[in-house]
């Protein structure tokens, strides 16, 4: 069955460093997202991209955060200068369509702490 | 602001017996409800979903029901195994394409 692959799986970096978190969405799926999860807490949404261009996003994305598909395959999270509430598993998910009986495919996601 | 509420943490069932998980939500224009199923170190992975012309969908040994006028949403399992236990996610979606909510899970233990 064809996957959401994410990488790296874990990634450590100091705060005020910038971060790229990676992902190849499934090859025929057309919407993708990013999502985290602070430990112990709900799975969060981060922001949806459709069309080359941002669809929704939360409050929790904002101006440091940015998404890009660079090319055909990958769709990257950036975040320009992490803070410590950074530290987080980043989940990158992908769908097929807008249609109705939608589901997310998750990646298994990246660790990502910040020291 | 919580849109999803998973209120119990934990749930323990022996083997064999029925799981019940239970969730709420806030916003009766949900359209679109899902169950998704969490290992340690693991991606969420989809079980199962309803729509909200619907009142209840069976997949094997997963069932999930919704009522609307409580706007409440259960998972129910039967019969439970060990392989079970994981992290259980309610989810919503006002419409597809747009962002889903997450309770904040149910982990599940099912004792052998």
């Known amino acids: 069955e064809p996957e959401v692959t994410q990488t790296p799986s874990h990634q450590v970096t100091q705060m005020g460093q910038e971060v790229i978190l990676r992902c190849v969405p499934i090859s025929n799926h057309l919407y993708f997202y990013w999502y985290r999860q602070i430990l112990g807490q709900k799975v969060e949404f981060l922001v949806s991209f459709y069309n080359n261009e941002i669809s929704e996003k939360s409050e929790i994305f904002d101006d440091q955060f940015s998404v890009e598909r660079p090319d055909g395959s990958n769709f990257t999270l950036k975040i320009r200068s992490t803070k410590l509430e950074d530290s987080a598993m980043y989940f990158c998910?992908?769908?097929?369509?807008?249609?109705?009986?939608?589901?997310?495919?998750f990646g298994s996601g990246t660790q990502l702490s910040v020291l | 602001d919580q849109q999803v509420k998973q209120n119990s943490p934990s749930l323990s069932v022996q083997e064999g017996r029925i799981s019940i998980l239970n969730c709420d939500y806030t916003?009766?224009?949900?359209?679109?409800f899902l169950w998704y199923k969490k290992y340690p170190a693991e991606g969420p992975t989809f079980l199962i979903s309803i729509s909200s012309i619907k009142d209840k969908n069976e997949d094997g040994r997963f069932t999930v029901f919704l009522n609307k006028s409580a706007k409440h949403l259960s998972l129910h399992i039967v019969p439970s195994q060990p392989g079970d236990s994981a992290v259980y996610f309610c989810a919503t979606t006002l419409r597809a394409g747009n962002q889903f909510y997450f309770g904040t899970g149910t982990s599940l233990t099912v004792i052998p």
């Open positions: 916003n009766s224009m949900f359209d679109y």
């Open positions: 998910a992908s769908s097929r369509t807008g249609s109705d009986n939608e589901k997310l495919f």
